[in-house]
């Protein structure tokens, strides 16, 4: 049985038990949490499930000018799991870290345990890092996403003087992973790093697999 999610202190519990399934019931504001802590690390996966229901989650807040850690965003490491159905507005990230998103920060590169989003929208706001940064995923490894919408800003910034790599609007950098059906409306922007390489509309780089069926309508603006 699913355990389902109406507050935002419920969002801040699934880091409790990463191998559930979840079930929002309804829309969530997360101003009260200034720097949120992401779900999931590179030790402990978020490995469960997570269906929105076509509710939103609101004010998604990371900010900080001095490396927190990797795995930036509401989830920050996962595999094997599932997110579908989810909507964000209003998201800040902001920070000098990789692996930078709305949902997720990185899906493991794990062939046996792929993520599979669908279903995702990120409505408004501005994401900002170092490097691998999309609105869906940071780094999406062997991962399916589908049917994503994205209308949001994404910046590249500079971390102790290193560029900024792999920008897209909906996924940084990924390995064997597919994109289907989404879109992609904004502007991505590195002029702000000293230098800037793999920046894409959909995605900064795919090694292998597919985009499919997708649309991009954005000013994207590198950095040599």
Same mark, same amino acid.
């Given at each position: 049985?699913?355990?389902?999610?109406?507050?935002?202190?419920?969002?801040?519990?699934?880091?409790?038990?990463?191998?559930?399934?979840?079930? =929002?019931? /309804?829309?969530?504001?997360?101003?009260?949490?200034?720097? @949120? /802590?992401?779900?999931?690390?590179?030790?402990?996966?978020?490995?469960?499930?997570?269906?929105? =229901?076509?509710?939103?989650?609101?004010?998604?807040? $990371?900010? #900080?000018?001095?490396?927190? #850690?990797?795995? =930036?965003?509401?989830? !920050?490491?996962?595999?094997?799991?599932?997110? =579908?159905?989810?909507?964000?507005? /209003?998201?800040?990230?902001?920070?000098?870290?990789?692996?930078?998103?709305?949902?997720?920060?990185? #899906?493991?590169?794990?062939?046996?345990?792929?993520?599979?989003?669908?279903? $995702?929208?990120?409505?408004? !706001?501005?994401?900002?890092?170092?490097?691998?940064?999309?609105?869906? $995923?940071?780094?999406?490894?062997?991962?399916?996403?589908? /049917?994503?919408?994205?209308?949001?800003?994404?910046? !590249?910034?500079?971390?102790?003087? @290193?560029?900024?790599?792999?920008? !897209?609007?909906?996924?940084?950098?990924?390995?064997?992973?597919?994109?289907?059906?989404?879109?992609?409306?904004?502007?991505?922007?590195?002029?702000?790093?000293?230098?800037?390489?793999?920046?894409?509309?959909?995605?900064?780089?795919?090694?292998?697999?597919?985009?499919?069926? #997708?649309?991009?309508?954005?000013?994207?603006?590198?950095?040599?």
């Amino acid at each position: 049985m699913s355990i389902e999610i109406a507050t935002a202190a419920d969002l801040d519990d699934v880091r409790n038990d990463l191998t559930a399934d979840y079930v =929002q019931v /309804n829309d969530i504001d997360l101003s009260g949490y200034s720097n @949120w /802590n992401p779900i999931g690390d590179s030790d402990n996966h978020f490995t469960g499930s997570y269906d929105g =229901q076509n509710y939103t989650i609101n004010n998604l807040t $990371i900010v #900080s000018d001095a490396e927190i #850690s990797n795995y =930036q965003a509401l989830f !920050g490491y996962a595999s094997g799991a599932t997110f =579908q159905n989810m909507q964000f507005d /209003n998201v800040n990230v902001d920070v000098v870290d990789s692996y930078v998103a709305a949902l997720l920060g990185m #899906s493991a590169y794990d062939a046996s345990a792929p993520c599979n989003i669908d279903n $995702i929208k990120v409505h408004s !706001g501005a994401i900002k890092g170092n490097t691998s940064i999309g609105a869906i $995923i940071g780094e999406g490894d062997y991962a399916t996403v589908k /049917n994503c919408e994205v209308n949001i800003n994404i910046y !590249g910034r500079d971390n102790d003087g @290193w560029g900024s790599n792999y920008l !897209g609007g909906i996924m940084g950098l990924a390995y064997y992973a597919n994109i289907d059906n989404c879109t992609y409306k904004g502007t991505i922007d590195a002029t702000a790093a000293n230098s800037a390489d793999y920046i894409g509309g959909i995605i900064g780089m795919l090694v292998e697999n597919e985009v499919t069926n #997708s649309d991009v309508i954005a000013d994207i603006i590198g950095n040599d």
